[in-house]
T-cell receptor, first 114, second 115 residues
Framework: AQSVTQLGSHVSVSEGALVLLRCNYSSSVPPYLFWYVQYPNQGLQLLLKYTTGATLVKGINGFEAEFKKSETSFHLTKPSAHMSDAAEYFCAVSSSGGYQKVTFGTGTKLQVIP | DAGITQSPRYKITETGRQVTLMCHQTWSHSYMFWYRQDLGHGLRLIYYSAAADITDKGEVPDGYVVSRSKTENFPLTLESATRSQTSVYFC??????????????FGPGTRLTVL
Protein backbone atom coordinates (compact mmCIF):
# COMPACT_ATOMS: atom_id res chain seq x y z
CA ALA A 1 0.00 0.00 0.00
CA GLN A 2 1.12 3.54 -0.58
CA SER A 3 -0.02 6.87 0.76
CA VAL A 4 0.85 10.54 0.75
CA THR A 5 0.44 13.13 3.49
CA GLN A 6 0.70 16.81 2.75
CA LEU A 7 1.06 18.92 5.87
CA GLY A 8 -1.03 22.05 5.69
CA SER A 9 -3.95 22.48 3.33
CA HIS A 10 -3.18 26.21 3.10
CA VAL A 11 0.20 27.94 3.23
CA SER A 12 0.78 31.69 3.00
CA VAL A 13 4.11 33.30 2.23
CA SER A 14 5.21 36.82 1.42
CA GLU A 15 6.47 37.60 -2.05
CA GLY A 16 10.22 36.96 -2.08
CA ALA A 17 10.11 34.59 0.90
CA LEU A 18 11.04 30.92 0.94
CA VAL A 19 8.36 28.48 -0.13
CA LEU A 20 8.31 25.14 1.70
CA LEU A 21 5.52 22.65 1.06
CA ARG A 22 5.77 19.42 3.01
CA CYS A 23 5.10 15.92 1.74
CA ASN A 24 5.60 12.59 3.45
CA TYR A 25 4.91 9.28 1.78
CA SER A 26 4.70 5.62 2.56
CA SER A 27 5.52 2.90 0.09
CA SER A 28 6.52 -0.73 0.45
CA VAL A 29 8.83 -0.56 -2.56
CA PRO A 30 11.14 2.12 -3.96
CA PRO A 31 8.86 4.96 -4.96
CA TYR A 32 8.49 7.35 -7.80
CA LEU A 33 7.58 10.77 -6.40
CA PHE A 34 5.97 13.73 -8.08
CA TRP A 35 4.89 17.28 -7.46
CA TYR A 36 2.10 18.68 -9.60
CA VAL A 37 0.76 22.22 -9.73
CA GLN A 38 -2.81 23.24 -10.49
CA TYR A 39 -3.74 26.78 -11.44
CA PRO A 40 -7.37 27.87 -11.16
CA ASN A 41 -9.69 26.18 -13.65
CA GLN A 42 -6.89 24.11 -15.13
CA GLY A 43 -5.67 20.54 -14.97
CA LEU A 44 -2.62 19.40 -13.08
CA GLN A 45 0.80 19.85 -14.64
CA LEU A 46 4.04 18.23 -13.57
CA LEU A 47 6.49 20.40 -11.63
CA LEU A 48 9.14 17.76 -11.02
CA LYS A 49 9.63 14.07 -10.42
CA TYR A 50 12.01 11.70 -8.67
CA THR A 51 12.58 8.25 -10.12
CA THR A 52 16.15 7.11 -9.39
CA GLY A 53 19.57 8.70 -9.05
CA ALA A 54 20.16 12.18 -7.67
CA THR A 55 17.97 12.86 -4.68
CA LEU A 56 17.77 16.61 -5.29
CA VAL A 57 15.44 17.17 -8.17
CA LYS A 58 15.01 20.46 -9.98
CA GLY A 59 11.79 21.32 -11.72
CA ILE A 60 10.16 24.11 -13.60
CA ASN A 61 9.68 27.68 -12.35
CA GLY A 62 12.59 27.46 -9.90
CA PHE A 63 11.12 24.72 -7.72
CA GLU A 64 13.11 21.82 -6.36
CA ALA A 65 12.52 18.87 -4.05
CA GLU A 66 14.74 16.50 -2.15
CA PHE A 67 14.02 12.81 -1.73
CA LYS A 68 14.96 11.75 1.80
CA LYS A 69 14.47 8.03 2.19
CA SER A 70 15.29 7.99 5.90
CA GLU A 71 12.59 10.59 6.55
CA THR A 72 10.19 9.31 3.85
CA SER A 73 9.85 12.90 2.73
CA PHE A 74 9.79 14.80 -0.54
CA HIS A 75 9.36 18.44 0.43
CA LEU A 76 9.00 21.10 -2.27
CA THR A 77 10.97 24.34 -1.99
CA LYS A 78 11.55 27.56 -3.87
CA PRO A 79 13.98 30.18 -2.55
CA SER A 80 11.88 33.22 -3.46
CA ALA A 81 8.13 33.20 -3.95
CA HIS A 82 6.57 35.03 -6.86
CA MET A 83 2.96 36.12 -7.17
CA SER A 84 2.55 33.72 -10.09
CA ASP A 85 3.32 30.78 -7.75
CA ALA A 86 -0.11 31.09 -6.15
CA ALA A 87 -1.76 27.77 -6.98
CA GLU A 88 -2.58 24.40 -5.48
CA TYR A 89 0.23 21.86 -5.23
CA PHE A 90 -0.16 18.10 -5.11
CA CYS A 91 2.40 15.56 -4.02
CA ALA A 92 2.02 12.07 -5.46
CA VAL A 93 3.64 8.66 -5.09
CA SER A 94 3.80 5.67 -7.36
CA SER A 95 5.58 2.37 -6.95
CA SER A 96 8.40 1.68 -9.37
CA GLY A 97 8.26 -1.24 -11.77
CA GLY A 98 5.39 -1.91 -14.13
CA TYR A 99 2.17 -0.02 -13.71
CA GLN A 100 1.22 0.89 -10.22
CA LYS A 101 -1.42 3.44 -9.49
CA VAL A 102 -0.45 6.97 -8.57
CA THR A 103 -1.71 8.11 -5.18
CA PHE A 104 -2.19 11.85 -4.76
CA GLY A 105 -2.10 13.92 -1.60
CA THR A 106 -5.02 16.17 -0.74
CA GLY A 107 -3.20 19.27 -1.93
CA THR A 108 -1.74 22.44 -0.45
CA LYS A 109 -3.05 25.78 -1.57
CA LEU A 110 -0.26 28.36 -1.70
CA GLN A 111 -1.11 32.02 -1.21
CA VAL A 112 1.53 34.62 -2.00
CA ILE A 113 1.10 37.92 -0.20
CA PRO A 114 2.45 41.04 -1.92
CA ASP B 1 -4.04 19.66 -31.44
CA ALA B 2 -1.58 17.43 -29.65
CA GLY B 3 -2.22 16.54 -26.05
CA ILE B 4 -5.19 15.50 -24.00
CA THR B 5 -8.58 17.14 -24.36
CA GLN B 6 -11.86 16.85 -22.50
CA SER B 7 -15.36 17.78 -23.53
CA PRO B 8 -17.52 19.40 -22.53
CA ARG B 9 -15.64 21.76 -20.21
CA TYR B 10 -18.83 22.60 -18.32
CA LYS B 11 -22.02 20.62 -17.98
CA ILE B 12 -25.21 21.11 -16.02
CA THR B 13 -27.63 18.21 -15.86
CA GLU B 14 -30.49 16.94 -13.76
CA THR B 15 -30.73 14.06 -11.34
CA GLY B 16 -31.41 10.79 -13.11
CA ARG B 17 -30.10 11.81 -16.53
CA GLN B 18 -27.33 9.98 -18.31
CA VAL B 19 -24.21 12.03 -18.96
CA THR B 20 -21.08 11.16 -20.92
CA LEU B 21 -17.79 12.96 -20.49
CA MET B 22 -15.31 12.61 -23.31
CA CYS B 23 -11.54 12.30 -23.17
CA HIS B 24 -9.16 12.15 -26.12
CA GLN B 25 -5.35 11.90 -26.18
CA THR B 26 -3.00 12.11 -29.15
CA TRP B 27 0.12 10.55 -27.62
CA SER B 28 -0.93 6.90 -28.01
CA HIS B 29 -0.36 6.42 -24.28
CA SER B 30 -1.36 2.98 -23.08
CA TYR B 31 -2.86 4.09 -19.78
CA MET B 32 -5.78 6.42 -19.26
CA PHE B 33 -7.49 7.49 -16.05
CA TRP B 34 -10.54 9.26 -14.75
CA TYR B 35 -10.39 11.20 -11.50
CA ARG B 36 -12.82 13.35 -9.61
CA GLN B 37 -11.66 16.31 -7.58
CA ASP B 38 -13.64 17.44 -4.56
CA LEU B 39 -12.75 19.83 -1.75
CA GLY B 40 -11.01 18.02 1.07
CA HIS B 41 -10.55 14.81 -0.92
CA GLY B 42 -7.93 15.76 -3.46
CA LEU B 43 -8.01 13.53 -6.53
CA ARG B 44 -9.80 10.21 -6.35
CA LEU B 45 -9.44 7.58 -9.04
CA ILE B 46 -12.72 6.45 -10.60
CA TYR B 47 -11.57 4.06 -13.33
CA TYR B 48 -8.45 3.40 -15.30
CA SER B 49 -7.52 1.56 -18.47
CA ALA B 50 -4.25 -0.18 -19.31
CA ALA B 51 -5.03 -0.53 -23.03
CA ALA B 52 -7.94 -0.67 -25.44
CA ASP B 53 -10.66 -2.99 -24.11
CA ILE B 54 -8.96 -3.29 -20.69
CA THR B 55 -10.48 -1.29 -17.85
CA ASP B 56 -10.46 -1.59 -14.08
CA LYS B 57 -12.09 0.04 -11.09
CA GLY B 58 -10.41 2.67 -9.03
CA GLU B 59 -11.25 4.02 -5.60
CA VAL B 60 -14.76 5.37 -6.30
CA PRO B 61 -16.31 3.54 -9.30
CA ASP B 62 -19.95 3.27 -8.18
CA GLY B 63 -22.37 5.02 -10.52
CA TYR B 64 -19.87 5.30 -13.36
CA VAL B 65 -19.22 3.27 -16.51
CA VAL B 66 -16.24 3.46 -18.85
CA SER B 67 -15.28 1.98 -22.18
CA ARG B 68 -12.18 2.07 -24.31
CA SER B 69 -12.68 0.76 -27.82
CA LYS B 70 -9.84 2.90 -29.19
CA THR B 71 -6.51 3.73 -27.57
CA GLU B 72 -7.06 7.47 -27.87
CA ASN B 73 -10.54 7.73 -26.37
CA PHE B 74 -11.76 6.99 -22.85
CA PRO B 75 -15.33 8.19 -22.24
CA LEU B 76 -16.85 8.25 -18.77
CA THR B 77 -20.60 7.76 -18.42
CA LEU B 78 -22.77 8.58 -15.44
CA GLU B 79 -25.68 6.24 -16.02
CA SER B 80 -28.13 8.04 -13.73
CA ALA B 81 -26.59 11.21 -12.36
CA THR B 82 -26.92 12.04 -8.67
CA ARG B 83 -26.16 15.28 -6.83
CA SER B 84 -23.21 13.61 -5.11
CA GLN B 85 -21.60 13.32 -8.53
CA THR B 86 -21.32 17.10 -8.81
CA SER B 87 -17.57 17.51 -9.12
CA VAL B 88 -14.69 18.40 -11.38
CA TYR B 89 -13.61 15.44 -13.50
CA PHE B 90 -10.11 15.03 -14.84
CA CYS B 91 -8.89 12.64 -17.46
CA UNK B 92 -5.21 11.71 -17.57
CA UNK B 93 -2.92 9.51 -19.60
CA UNK B 94 0.43 7.82 -19.02
CA UNK B 95 2.95 5.61 -20.75
CA UNK B 96 3.33 3.58 -17.57
CA UNK B 97 6.46 2.80 -15.58
CA UNK B 98 7.93 0.39 -18.13
CA UNK B 99 8.44 3.34 -20.48
CA UNK B 100 8.98 6.09 -17.98
CA UNK B 101 7.96 6.93 -14.48
CA UNK B 102 4.19 6.72 -14.30
CA UNK B 103 4.06 10.45 -14.96
CA UNK B 104 0.49 11.34 -15.78
CA UNK B 105 -0.61 14.06 -18.16
CA PHE B 106 -3.89 15.75 -17.32
CA GLY B 107 -6.67 17.22 -19.36
CA PRO B 108 -8.20 20.61 -18.47
CA GLY B 109 -11.14 19.09 -16.61
CA THR B 110 -14.92 19.02 -16.89
CA ARG B 111 -16.96 20.83 -14.26
CA LEU B 112 -20.18 18.87 -13.81
CA THR B 113 -23.15 20.15 -11.85
CA VAL B 114 -26.07 17.82 -11.12
CA LEU B 115 -29.24 19.64 -10.06
Amino acid sequence: AQSVTQLGSHVSVSEGALVLLRCNYSSSVPPYLFWYVQYPNQGLQLLLKYTTGATLVKGINGFEAEFKKSETSFHLTKPSAHMSDAAEYFCAVSSSGGYQKVTFGTGTKLQVIP
Amino acid sequence: DAGITQSPRYKITETGRQVTLMCHQTWSHSYMFWYRQDLGHGLRLIYYSAAADITDKGEVPDGYVVSRSKTENFPLTLESATRSQTSVYFCASSEGATHGSNEQFFGPGTRLTVL
